[in-house]
């Protein structure tokens, strides 16, 4: 029976058996202790699966440390030699005394200031001598005659020069009141209406020995686009370009009345003298302001005035 229980208790521990297989077991045994002898025994049946390993038992209790050692004594330090005696300092040599300082003699006293003398009295002016003026000196002899003054520069001449010249594209229009560019037969023109007062404006620089003295001639080339007949008033104004561009500082304004062609398309020139050329010289960069005075009672043509070109030349 011990047998049959310790089969039971394997059987329980199995990981993979149900309680069936208790129950199994506990049968089989039973019936093998009601059979008789045992017969021969037989073959040897295939090995069966490995059990699952049992639980492992508790460890036993780690045993008691024993009990160390008493440490024994230190033994005693041994006994410090003598220390020998320091020997003695030799003896100092004598110091020679120092010899006694000479006696400072007494300092004198400062003598008393003199009294300050009386200032003698100013003598009096002498007479003034009578002399006799002298004769009058000869003449020197005349100086030498200094160099000739070298021959002053050539006055101009009586041509004219060019100094700039003027097309419609290189007009730079104001932000208001300002010609037209347009076109004639392919060639560039400014429109001025013969209503309102209109602009235009060219920037450009005074060339190097220009002869400004009289001022500048504005020589205009212009035709009307259809009238042919009546008059137009031109203005020019110079501004020197040394003050704020951001400001206009044209000076005074010259004007000429021109009479137009008969034949519309037929160019007019009309030449402007100006003096008043805000002082401009030679290397300043200036700009030119081209008006038709349209509400003049003298500007009598009907219909656009158009320029064709300016030129600019000395007035000389």
């Keep these: ?17 149900k309680e069936s297989a208790k129950s199994a077991a506990y049968s089989a045994c039973l019936a093998q202790q009601a059979i008789g002898a045992s017969g021969a025994t037989g073959a040897t049946g295939a090995t069966g699966a490995t059990g699952a390993t049992g639980i492992a038992g508790i460890n036993g209790a780690t045993g008691a440390t024993g009990v160390i050692g008493l440490t024994g004594s230190t033994g005693a330090t041994g006994i410090q030699g003598v220390q020998g005696s320091t020997g003695s300092t030799g003896i100092q040599g004598v110091q020679g005394s120092t010899g006694a300082t000479g006696v ?15 200032q003698g009295s100013t003598g009096s002016t002498g007479a003034t001598g009578v002399g006799t003026q002298g004769s009058t000196g000869s003449t020197g002899a005349t100086g030498i005659a200094g160099t000739n003054g070298s021959t ?4 101009p001449s009586g041509i004219q020069t060019t100094y700039a010249t003027l097309t ?5 229009p104001p932000a208001t009141a300002f010609a037209t560019l347009d076109t004639r037969n392919s060639i560039a023109v400014l429109d001025f209406d013969d209503t309102t007062i209109e602009n235009a404006i060219f920037l450009d620089i005074i060339p190097q020995l220009a002869i400004l003295t009289s001022g500048l001639k504005i020589r205009m080339i212009w035709t009307a686009t259809t009238a042919t007949s009546g008059d137009c008033v031109w203005q020019t104004a110079l501004e020197r370009m040394t003050t704020d561009i951001d400001v206009d500082s044209f000076d ?3 004007s000429a009345t021109a009479t137009t062609n008969a034949t519309s398309g037929v160019p007019n020139y009309t030449e ?4 008043t050329i805000d002082s401009v010289t030679s290397g300043d960069g200036f700009r030119l302001k081209i008006t038709r005075n349209a509400t003049s009672v003298s500007d009598t043509m009907t219909g656009d ?10 007035a000389a």
């Design 152 to 155: 002053g520069a050539t006055g």
């Design 252 to 254: 005074t304004a010259a």
């Design 272 to 275: 402007i003298t100006l003096t």
């Design 168 to 172: 419609p594209r290189e007009n730079q």
């Design 305 to 314: 005035a158009e320029l064709i070109a300016v030129e600019i030349r000395s």
């Design 104 to 118: 400072t003699g007494g300092q004198g006293s400062t003598g008393s200031t003199g009294i300050q003398g009386v």
């Design 1 to 17: 029976m011990s047998n049959c229980n310790e089969t039971i208790i394997v059987a329980s521990y199995a990981r993979s058996a």
